[in-house]
């Protein structure tokens, strides 16, 4: 069991938005500003999509945006495109013990 | 151009061990804390171990502690893992990644192509 929460799956079709959502505790995203949104396609490593809740690492997509509500993290991604169908993992900092905790994973589908 | 070349993965029997190895190039090494993440196949990433920029400093996940060692080498800009009495729910694949300078930093902004570990017998 992953110690963030998200859907297993979400879809969209091309032009369209869709959020995929985080939900952590207390321990992590509640209290940190530091979670951060990666995007795997098989077979690939991760790819650093979004950090500190809402900041673009340089060169990307602005396609993509995060925000926070409580103990719940967001990634919006706008304007759907095919190449987007990928696997979305959220991760927050939770403390110097356990420094990283992430989600299970959402497997998003470009209908 | 940053890049994290990890190598060293395999076959081994439960209970062996295995070092992996993460070559790193185009940045300065000895500033960034680095850190080890796994993906079983077919499942999540899990974080596994971090250490400091001078190596001074280390962290590990529960499901690791005490059976892997992360290290590093600054003058060969080199990350590793050492996995003692490794176990058959160790196998995935196994991501270096960079951290940030400091301590408190929750993303990890470039990842190697990751090496394949496999467990049994």
């Known amino acids: 069991q992953s110690a963030l929460t998200q859907p297993a799956s979400v879809s969209g079709s091309p032009g369209q938005s869709i959020t995929i959502s985080c939900t952590g505790t207390s321990s992590d995203v509640a209290i940190y500003n530091l979670v951060s949104w990666y995007q795997q396609h098989p077979g690939k490593a991760p790819k650093l999509m979004i950090y500190e809740v809402n900041k673009w690492p340089s060169g990307l997509s602005n396609r993509f945006s995060g925000s926070k509500s409580g103990n719940t993290a967001s990634l919006t991604i706008s304007g759907l495109q095919a190449e987007d169908e990928a696997n979305y993992y959220c991760?927050?900092?939770?403390?110097?013990?356990?420094?990283?905790?992430f989600g299970g994973g959402t497997k998003l589908t470009v209908l | 151009e940053v890049q994290l070349v990890e190598s060293g993965g395999g076959l081994v029997q439960p209970g062996g061990s295995l070092r992996l190895s993460c070559a790193a190039s185009?940045?300065?090494?000895?500033?960034?804390?680095m850190h080890w993440v796994r993906q079983a196949p077919g499942k999540g990433l899990v974080w596994v171990s971090r250490i400091n920029s001078d190596g001074s400093s280390t962290t590990y996940a529960d499901s690791v502690k005490g059976r892997f060692t992360i290290s590093r080498d600054n003058a060969k800009n080199t990350l590793y893992l050492q996995m003692n009495s490794l176990r058959a729910e160790d196998t995935a694949v196994y991501y270096c990644a960079r951290g940030g300078r400091s301590a408190v930093a929750g993303h990890f902004d470039y990842w190697g192509q990751g090496t394949l570990v496999t467990v049994s017998s």
């Open positions: 185009g940045f300065i090494f000895n500033t960034y804390w």
């Open positions: 991760s927050s900092y939770a403390g110097s013990s356990t420094p990283v905790v």
